[in-house]
Structure formats: C-alpha cells, structure tokens
C-alpha cells in the first residue's frame, strides 16, 4: 500500500527515530455476522478525524469504565480471554465490555441477558434509545447499564478473531482486538447515527470486490479480516474456524525510493 506524500515524509521522520510514534489506545471491535453469511458495516462520516470515510466494524477504544470488576458476567472469564489475547486480566475484562458495549453504541445489537443462557429479544424501544445515548454520552456506564436492567455480558457469544496494531506513522493509534458475534435471534441493527453517515449489510467478498473496484475504502485490517471471512460459506463455519490470535504491526518501508506500507 503506497502512501501518500505527507505520510510518506512522517514515516521517514519516525523509521529515523526523528519523531516518537503516538502510544496506541486498546480498542475492541466486533465482526457482526448474520445468514449469508453477510457482515455489518458502517462508514464513517468524512468529518472524523480517523479512517474518515472508511467501512468498518462497530468497535472503539476501551472506556475506564469497561474494567469494572462490577459488570454482570456469563461465559468465558477475563483471564480466559487475557490468554488469548495475551493481556492482563483487568485489560481483557476491558476489551469484552468495549466489544459488547461498542456495538450496541453503533448497531443497537446487544450482545447480554437476563442470565447465561439467555439473549435480550429487543432493543428497539425508547427507553433502549435513551440507554444507549447515555453510553455514548458517559452520563452512563456500562456496569450500571446492565445491572439496571438486571443483565449479564455474554462473552460467550464473542470470537476471538484477529489483532492489530494502528501503525507507528499514524498521528492516532489503537491497539485493536477483533471479534465475531452472530446477530441474536429477534434483534435488528438499525442505523443509529454518530460517527457513522451510512450502515449496510453485506456478505464479505463483495466488500472486498467493491473496495478493489474503488467504490468503497477500507482499511487495511478491515479488508484483511473480510478477505478471510470470504472462505467461508456459512455463519457456523465462521464460528468453527480455528484462530490463532498473531499479532499484526503494519510498517512503513521504502521500495524502490516509494514509502509503502507492508503487514508485520
């Protein structure tokens, strides 16, 4: 991927040591699948400030918050998801709530129930809205979000999927974990507005096939992600897929006297 003058002349300054790279925020997002298989995107609006106009994943950095101890819990443990991730315990606690907490901000899908078996049926109603708002807002946290509602997280309806790291050129930088979730049954996505102008549902490889033909961006750990999601033929077979969580630092190096940005 060759970069652009600008970011060509900071990524020289950086691989020179002239310039320390901003420290990168931990960050979740959530693949959300459904029949089709197809995934859930959203672009964001070409105001924002990172990967303006680009498809993605709900997700977003790690609130404070998302490591209270405090938050209902059903399924894997903070420390079973810290040896996949390889992060410390109060960090993967952290990384679930985002994951979960971030794509009912973006989709409206929540990903909790009322116990371990269980799933919300819907979350279409105004006094889900208001919630929702509050989160985004933080006038509301998401522990009390869920105890108010007397529910519990379920990590087990997340994947483990992928990691990667924002590279060290860029002025913002997450340190991102993926997820996959399937879209529980009786919820719908809905176009929710904030950071995003447009949602759309779609199965992976024409994402990939719209991205080559220029109609849409996507970053590269987005278009990475549904290239892989593209083998499969069903939603089971993306839950049965075996993973191995590799950590991926995309860096920039110079080809040719052309800086190009190749995965680590």
Not at 83 to 101: H, K, M, Q, S, Y
Not at 246 to 261: F, N
Request: hydrophobic share 45%; aromatic share 8%.
């Amino acid at each position: 991927m060759p970069l652009p003058a600008e970011l060509a002349a900071r990524a020289r300054e950086v691989n020179a040591g002239l310039v320390a790279p901003v420290p990168a925020r931990d960050a979740a997002t959530v693949v959300l699948l459904r029949p089709g298989p197809e995934v859930y995107l959203l672009r964001r609006k070409a105001t924002m400030a990172f990967a303006a106009g680009a498809y993605v994943f709900p997700g977003g950095s790690v609130d404070v918050r998302d490591t209270d101890q405090a938050v209902a819990w059903a399924g894997p443990s903070p420390a079973e998801w810290g040896t996949v991730f390889g992060a410390g315990e109060r960090l993967a606690r952290g990384l679930v709530c985002a994951a979960v907490r971030e794509t009912f901000e973006e989709s409206g899908v929540l990903l909790a129930g009322p116990g371990p078996g269980s799933v919300v049926a819907d979350t279409t109603g105004d006094d889900w809205e208001s919630d929702r708002l509050a989160l985004i807002d933080r006038s509301l946290g998401f522990a009390d979000f869920l105890a108010r509602r007397g529910l519990v997280l379920r990590s087990d309806l997340l994947k483990p999927w992928a990691h990667w790291i924002t590279p060290e050129i860029e002025l913002k930088r997450f340190d991102t974990r993926f997820f996959a979730a399937v879209l529980p049954d009786g919820q719908r996505t809905r176009d929710v507005g904030g950071e995003a102008d447009q949602v759309v549902w779609t199965r992976p490889g024409e994402a990939v096939e719209q991205a080559h033909r220029g109609e849409i961006f996507l970053m590269p750990p987005t278009y990475r992600t549904l290239s892989e999601l593209s083998a499969y033929d069903s939603v089971p077979d993306v839950l049965a897929a075996h993973r191995e969580i590799v950590t991926i630092m995309p860096r920039a190096v110079e080809i040719e006297g052309e800086m190009r940005l190749v995965n680590t």
